[in-house]
């Protein structure tokens, strides 16, 4: 119906056909019910369409009735989009194919990403990588263009819509015949005649009309679907034109290069592909490492296109665009051509593309050196840190990792846990975040997993560094059981551990090598190493392949001291600078006390008069009968009639009464006065030296948790855990932190659960000791915490659903830093999380 309304913009024959759409709603209505409206419009639908030729040219472009339950509220929705549809004025200036096709295509993407089909298809390619594939793709006037996955025909519509090359031949082929009857309205729309449309399966059964087109294609412009998994083994007898390349497929977890090569196949002896791929293409190993390879060693691959630093892909899979050519320019030939998309340089990448330069996001990599890096097809794998490290690896300057050190790996079988003490079993959550902390601290032995079940080959006795394979940083960590009570350890997985080796001449000092870890010429080698989108991660051989200089021993000894230095003079420069920044914020926090007493000084006295003339408003309506009185009645109740707020277009608006009104003014003068009490002790947070006192951290907050049982029964689990560290407080304060956290949750979290469901969550203060400072996290397992820190400090910024003053994480803030003290926001996928920062005196 919407397809029938926008070509009836400009075709007398589907205006036609819409008046009779309309006519039928207006007049079938009363005499034989909404089912046959619906019947007679299919019925006037099929027989137009007939006429026009799409029954013979596309047998699955009709309305089957067998595909609708006429239910009254299906029935009701299409009344109402046709309704709907004849409201809207399209006018003359908007009557352009371009702009009319355009709105149909987003209206199609709002429909699809509403639906949430689980197809494997990716209805909408994303609009930034069409935009690129249309800056890059060079069409010529008479070009044969496949999309053997064209789906609603959103991709080549983003290319093709603005060219007006009436002999450009557009093929598409699709197994969903729902979204080739959207793609054929898309392209009517945009009035280009020259499309033909199959309905098949270009992986498995291709519809045998289109077998005639094999190997004819001069461009191929698709978004493949990603990561399908294969169902059967493909071998010679299935694909003989792959075995002729010598690919030799086998069997494949996955068809991502079974498709990719099925599209090389297509193309003619001088065609070009500009195929979407998931970014795991361009690293992933066995079998599909094995095609990669032939694919680059037939020097099929003219360039790749990554959206790996693109930060608007959030999610685990990000795509990449493969450029085939099987006629290379001769200055492409033997080399690939790498490019990075970045935030905001979509247009820069355009342009370097066309230049074929080097630049910041852009690199021409020959594929010798390309199979010298194991056919890794990365952006990030061919920084020219590489090349400066084989120099030192030639100038017997540096070495590779694997030369100097013993490997010891990760238990490979998951431990069972035991009650019983046993050797501390070591994750990356126990590494540390930065090169101040060098050596494992195992004070707060409780903060270590224990088991019993190891294997002995794992267990590590000697001084070893430990690293995580997995996430943003290594976290070097040295173990050193000459420093603890901790003898031995073992590795859980995505760690390992590197000890030098000693049967070598020229050994390498242990602190020296962990320095090195921080070093930036060998952190880029490591992320250039790393694969993955969202958790990166790089293997053991990777790593062991990285380079660092080894000077003489003595030299090593001297670097260490000469390293430790600057870093105690940063840490020193560090704490001035939070000093400074703690007495700005003091400071600040005076100026805005004077103003907000003020304020409130002035304002409250006029408060309580307010209050008091409501109740004096309200005894008079009561004694006259107005206190249920609806005001605008009659208005309220012909705009909730109307066809707008039927089909959703307009929120409804409530029947209010007097008695409503003036509640709500009470609640709201209410919430303005405890607003102003909220901002009164958030300003007024202004504390001396003799305001605190020693306080034992978990025992206060045990106090506040009976506390709260005593007036209100919790019908939560309330978990406190942990060490009991001494910290100097200002108490009051303090508890009125915990009570707002507590609050909140109630308040928000756990609002939306009934009692017997609350039963199933929680609130939980993790209270740690560490060197010079306490930790406290706090979370909860409610409703997700959706604010960032920056938005919950600042006062009067709060959720949608909230009532509160929106000052309690102000008050918050205030508290900490008059601590001081820090606290962060942990991002979860469910709940809340804060972790307060406190340092110890002295």
Same mark, same amino acid.
């Given at each position: ?187 009517? $729309? ?202 030192? $690896? ?119 090598? &962990? &320095? ?259 930790? #406290? ?15 919950? #400090? ?30 962060? #926001? ?17």
């Amino acid at each position: 119906m919407i397809f029938t309304r926008l070509k009836a913009i400009n075709s007398s024959m589907y205006n036609k056909l819409w008046s009779k759409i309309e006519e039928n709603t207006k007049n079938i209505y009363f005499e034989r019910g909404r089912s046959g409206i619906l019947n007679h419009m299919i019925d006037d639908i099929n027989h137009y369409y007939r006429e026009l030729g799409y029954g013979e040219t596309y047998p699955y472009f009709q309305l089957n009735r067998s595909r609708f339950n006429f239910k009254p509220q299906t029935e009701h929705i299409i009344l109402e989009i046709i309704r709907f549809l004849e409201s809207v004025p399209f006018e003359v200036e908007y009557d352009h194919p371009r702009i009319i096709a355009e709105f149909f295509y987003r209206v199609v993407q709002k429909i699809f990403n509403f639906k949430r089909r689980s197809n494997y298809l990716d209805y909408n390619t994303d609009e930034n990588v069409s935009k690129i594939i249309s800056g890059i793709t060079n069409l010529k006037y008479d070009d044969k263009i496949l999309d053997p996955f064209i789906g609603t025909g959103g991709l080549l519509f983003e290319i093709v819509s603005n060219l007006d090359y009436s002999n450009t031949h557009i093929i598409g082929q699709d197994i969903n015949p729902e979204l080739l009857d959207i793609c054929n309205m898309l392209f009517e $729309l945009l009035e280009k005649k020259n499309l033909e449309l199959y309905l098949g399966d270009s992986i498995d059964r291709p519809n045998y009309q289109f077998e005639e087109y094999h190997g004819s294609f001069d461009k191929i412009i698709t978004h493949i679907p990603y990561n399908l998994k294969a169902h059967k083994l493909y071998g010679a007898d299935y694909y003989p034109n792959y075995y002729n390349r010598n690919y030799g497929i086998g069997y494949l977890k996955n068809m991502n290069f079974l498709i990719v090569l099925n599209i090389i196949e297509m193309l003619n002896h001088n065609g070009q592909a500009y195929i979407v791929v998931p970014n795991n293409m361009l690293y992933s190993g066995g079998k599909d490492k094995e095609i990669r390879k032939n694919i680059v060693n037939d020097d099929l691959i003219e360039a790749i296109i990554e959206f790996s630093d693109y930060s608007i892909y959030k999610s685990s899979v990000k795509p990449s665009i493969i450029v085939i050519n099987n006629k290379k320019e001769y200055y492409k030939k033997n080399k690939i051509y790498l490019l990075n998309v970045q935030d905001d340089n979509l247009e820069e990448v355009i342009k370097t593309y066309k230049k074929y330069v080097e630049t910041d996001i852009s690199r021409v990599i020959s594929i010798d050196t390309i199979a010298s890096r194991d056919y890794n097809l990365n952006f990030s794998h061919y920084d020219s840190i590489y090349d400066e490290v084989q120099l030192t $690896l030639v100038q017997k300057i540096g070495v590779t990792l694997h030369s100097i050190v013993h490997v010891v790996k990760p238990m490979m079988r998951k431990p069972v846990k035991s009650d019983l003490l046993g050797i501390p079993y070591i994750k990356q959550s126990n590494l540390n975040r930065d090169s101040k902390d060098v050596f494992m601290d195992f004070k707060n032995i409780d903060d270590y997993e224990h088991i019993q079940d190891y294997e002995q080959t794992k267990i590590i006795t000697k001084k070893a560094i430990i690293v995580a394979l997995q996430g943003k940083d290594l976290k070097p960590t040295i173990f050193d059981p000459q420093r603890s009570n901790v003898k031995e350890i073992v590795l859980a997985s995505n760690c390992l551990a590197l000890i030098p080796r000693e049967d070598i001449e020229d050994s390498v000092d242990i602190e020296y090598l &962990y &320095y090195q870890l921080y070093n930036p010429r060998v952190l880029r080698q490591i992320d250039g190493y790393k694969r993955g989108t969202i958790i990166k991660r790089i293997t053991y051989g990777d790593l062991l392949s990285v380079v660092i200089t080894k000077p003489e021993y003595e030299k090593q000894l001297q670097l260490v001291k000469d390293q430790e230095e600057p870093l105690k003079e940063l840490e020193k420069y560090r704490k001035l600078y939070e000093e400074v920044s703690i007495k700005a914020e003091v400071e600040k926090i005076k100026a805005e006390n004077k103003v907000v007493n003020m304020l409130i000084h002035n304002v409250s006295k006029h408060i309580s008069v307010i209050g008091h003339d409501i109740q004096v408003v309200t005894k008079v309506l009561e004694e006259h009968n107005l206190i249920d009185f609806i005001y605008g009645k009659e208005e309220i109740e012909k705009h909730n009639s109307s066809p707008e707020v039927r089909n959703g277009l307009t929120n409804k608006r409530e029947l209010v009464s007097v008695k409503e009104v003036l509640q709500r003014t009470q609640d709201r003068l209410d919430l303005i006065e405890r607003t102003f009490k909220d901002t009164q002790k958030t300003v007024n947070l202004d504390l001396e030296s003799e305001d605190y006192e020693e306080v034992n951290v978990k025992e206060l907050i045990e106090g506040i948790k009976q506390d709260r049982d005593l007036s209100k029964p919790v019908n939560y689990d309330f978990i406190i855990k942990g060490d009991d560290p001494v910290l100097n407080i200002n108490s009051q304060s303090f508890i009125a932190m915990i009570h707002l956290l507590i609050d909140n949750a109630e308040e928000h979290a756990f609002s939306k659960f009934s009692n017997s469901e609350i039963n199933n969550y929680f609130i939980m203060f993790n209270i740690k000791k560490r060197k010079g400072k306490v930790i #406290i996290e706090y979370s909860n397992n409610g409703t997700k915490f959706e604010m960032e820190k920056e938005d919950f #400090i600042l006062a009067g910024r709060k959720s949608n659903d909230s009532n509160g003053s929106g000052l309690g994480g102000a008050y918050l803030n205030r508290v900490v830093l008059s601590h001081r003290g820090t606290f962060d #926001i942990i991002n979860s996928d469910s709940g809340t999380k804060f972790i307060f920062t406190f340092r110890i005196k002295g």
